[in-house]
Structure formats: structure tokens, C-alpha cells
């Protein structure tokens, strides 16, 4: 049981693209019991944990985090390959958000609160870093945080000299062991706010001491980690994270401590999350809704065929709004024939150019992401040939205590022969 006389820190593991259920959870959170977040001593976080535990800790508004995430998502599924695309620069992205998320004066808010976990490139090391010297350096260590070798890039980002990436290498929950520590995670496991498996299971793997349970389910959540779902499964996992929460919060009798459980039931029949959007002209409504009518269709306000409006109806309207928005991007403005006849022609092109648009496309995208890596070659061809130096050092060093070892045993054995009568 969750104790509110001791001290509590919270951790949140590495997920990727599943931090949308980090959004979920802590949005429930900050709407029922926000003293779970404002008491807190500290906030641990890895990767995709460790933005979270800054969003928390800087207090940038949730809306804004999920639509960068959202914006994220959608960038990488624009591209066959999706994340692994040259023309995906997910760290760029990254950064490009938190240079317009982070307030000036990020890493004074952030020092002796914020925990972030990195791994250091040359030995392994794991390190927790919660003082930072300036803005940038923040940004630099949560860049360092969220770097995974090869699906973000091939040369590792530096913090204050030296190379670190992905913390989920070395420790994937900081702290989780220490007493009061919360644990969040986006797979089902043994962490305090966690998807509840559906069936039972008696058998689990622990990655960097986060415990994951080997079923379909979480094999799934494992997939989208790297590669972004669609939208409406996307909103689909934020809601799923604020129930979970709630559920914690239910368990350790949080939520009448400061504000009582409301009515999960939508009043209306119109979508909540439509409720922010601009109302048409009385006039236009009218006419938009007479000539859905005629045409069988359902009127404008009912019809909300791009995301199923119980998926999202207990998450705050200010996510519901985003979560709408980014699903009815991908819908068209028409009905299915409409949908048919534009997007059929436009795929068939697109499969007949492929085999020559696509080598061009990729040769592209590769020539802009050399471009952007040629400032930084000398540092990282002189990073190239120090770590090959320190390889041919340690072969050589072993080497020579084998041959240490070999002379050693020989002289000793030709001792030991001449000592004998």
C-alpha cells in the first residue's frame, strides 16, 4: 500500500512510441490526484520514461507532448520503411520539440528533481544524471537518453564530452527498488501502473530490471515501441494507461484524498472531443445535415467514423481533442466511394513508379542526412579510430599475458626438470 507519510519518488521505463500510455496514465493522474506528482522527490525516467519524468517535472502541458507524439507517429508512418527511413531523423524531432517545449530556465527547475538514466559507450556504465549546468545541457542529456544505436543513428550523441546512448542498455527503470518508488511501465509486468494481462501468466523476462510478461500482448507493445501504430490504436493504449491509473489510484484509496471520483458518462450525444471544435454558421449546419440526410448518411455532428469516441471518453477533452485530430488526418473528407476513387489511381501510380522512385527517394534522404552529419565527421571518424584503438590495445594486451603466461610456465618447467636427480 501506497504510503503518504514517507517520501516517494516516481519511475518511468523506456517504451518509445508507446509513451502515449505514459500521457493516459499521468493525465488521470494530474486530473484526480495531482498531490501524486507535486509531492514527489523525485522522477526517474529512461528514454522515452525520461521525457515523460522532464514534461512532469517542467510542468509542459500534456496537450502539447501529445501532439508532438502524435506528430512523431505520424511522420515516421508517412515512409515505407517507417522509423528505419533515411528521411526519418527521429532525433531531430525529438530535439526540435524540446527546443520549443523547454522554458528558459529548464534546467534549474530540473536539477535535484529530475533523474535521467544514461549508458556510458566505452565501458557500459550506467549513469543517473539529475544536475544540470544549463538548458542545452538538459536537452543534450535526455537526446543521450533516447538514443537506441542503429534505429536512431549510427554515431552516438555526446553529453559534457562523452558518448552515452540509450539508458534502457544498462538500467531501464532507475531506482525501481528503492522503497516508495512508483514504478510506471508501458508493458504488462510486475510495475505499480502497468496493463493488466488478460490471461494469467506464470512466465516473465526482466530487461534492465523491468519485468515484461512473454505473451502476444506484450509482443505487440514490444512491435509498437519501434514502429508506430495507427492513430486509433494509439488512442486506443492512452486510454488504456489513464484505467490502469486509475485503478492504482482506486487500490491505494488516493482518490478521495482530494477530489472525488467523477461520472465517467458522456452527457451528449456529439463526442466530447468535438465539443472544442468550431461551430459551423446555423446555416450551414443546416444545409450540411439536410444533405447528409438526403444522401443516407448520418448528420455531420454524429457521423465520427475515424475513431470510435468510446475509446477516448474517460481521458481528459483536452487529449480527446488531440487524439481526434490526429485520427481524422488520416481519414478522408468523403464517404468510401470517394476514398476509393482518389486513393486507388494514386496507389497504382505510386506502385508503377516504384521501382524507380524509390532508389532515388532513399539516395536522397541519405545525401540530406550526410549533409547534416558532415560538421560533425572529424569528431566522429576521430571517435571511429579511438574506439578501434582501444580494441587493438586490449588484443595486444591480451596477447601479451598469454605470452607472459606461456614463458612463465616454460622457465618454470624447465626448473623443475633440472631440479630433478
Request: net charge negative; with cysteine; hydrophobic share 35%.
Amino acid at each position: 500500500m501506497f504510503d503518504l507519510k514517507k517520501d516517494w519518488s516516481i519511475s518511468f521505463a523506456g517504451c518509445g512510441f508507446m509513451g502515449i500510455y505514459y500521457l493516459g496514465a499521468i493525465s488521470c493522474i494530474l486530473e484526480r490526484f495531482p498531490r501524486f506528482i507535486e509531492g514527489a522527490s523525485k522522477i526517474y525516467g529512461c528514454s522515452a520514461g525520461a521525457l515523460m519524468a522532464a514534461i512532469l517535472t517542467l510542468g509542459i502541458p500534456l496537450d502539447k507532448c501529445c501532439s508532438d507524439l502524435m506528430f512523431m507517429a505520424k511522420e515516421a508512418r508517412k515512409h515505407r520503411l517507417g522509423p528505419l527511413h533515411p528521411a526519418y531523423n527521429l532525433m531531430q524531432i525529438v530535439q526540435d520539440s524540446l527546443l520549443a517545449s523547454l522554458p528558459e530556465d529548464a534546467h534549474v527547475r530540473a536539477s535535484g528533481r529530475l533523474c535521467v538514466s544514461l549508458t556510458r559507450v566505452p565501458d557500459g556504465k550506467n549513469l543517473i544524471v539529475s544536475e544540470f549546468s544549463s538548458r542545452n545541457d538538459l536537452i543534450e542529456a535526455l537526446i543521450c537518453s533516447c538514443f537506441v544505436p542503429l534505429y536512431c543513428g549510427v554515431i552516438p550523441p555526446t553529453y559534457r564530452g562523452v558518448r552515452y546512448v540509450d539508458g534502457a542498455a544498462s538500467d531501464n527503470l532507475p531506482r525501481c527498488n528503492e522503497n516508495n518508488t512508483v514504478t510506471f511501465s508501458a508493458y504488462a509486468g510486475e510495475s505499480d501502473i502497468c496493463p493488466r494481462g488478460s490471461i494469467l501468466n506464470f512466465h516473465e523476462v526482466r530487461f534492465n530490471n523491468v519485468s515484461i510478461q512473454v505473451n502476444s500482448e506484450n509482443v505487440y507493445r514490444v512491435t509498437s515501441t519501434f514502429f508506430p501504430p495507427a492513430p486509433e490504436a494509439m488512442a486506443e493504449i492512452c486510454n488504456s494507461g489513464y484505467m490502469d491509473a486509475l485503478r492504482f489510484l482506486k487500490e491505494n484509496n488516493l482518490i478521495s484524498r482530494d477530489c472525488p471520483l467523477r461520472s465517467l458518462e458522456t452527457q451528449t450525444s456529439r463526442p466530447a472531443c468535438c465539443e472544442l471544435e468550431k461551430e459551423p454558421a446555423e446555416g450551414e449546419a443546416e444545409e450540411s445535415n439536410k444533405d447528409k440526410q438526403q444522401s443516407g448518411g448520418k448528420p455531420l455532428q454524429e457521423d465520427h467514423r475515424w475513431l470510435d469516441p468510446k475509446l477516448i471518453e474517460n481521458l481528459p477533452i483536452i487529449i480527446q481533442k488531440v487524439l481526434c485530430e490526429a485520427c481524422r488526418e488520416t481519414h478522408p473528407a468523403g464517404g468510401l466511394l470517394s476514398h476509393m476513387t482518389e486513393y486507388l489511381p494514386k496507389k497504382v501510380t505510386s506502385y508503377l513508379q516504384n521501382p524507380r522512385a524509390l532508389p532515388v527517394e532513399s539516395a536522397r534522404s541519405l545525401a540530406q542526412r550526410l549533409v547534416g552529419w558532415i560538421p560533425d565527421v572529424p569528431k566522429g571518424m576521430s571517435w571511429f579510430y579511438g574506439r578501434a584503438g582501444d580494441r587493438n590495445k586490449e588484443a595486444l594486451k591480451d596477447n601479451m599475458d598469454q605470452s607472459d603466461r606461456y614463458v612463465v610456465s616454460s622457465l618454470q618447467l624447465f626448473i623443475n626438470t633440472q631440479a630433478e636427480p
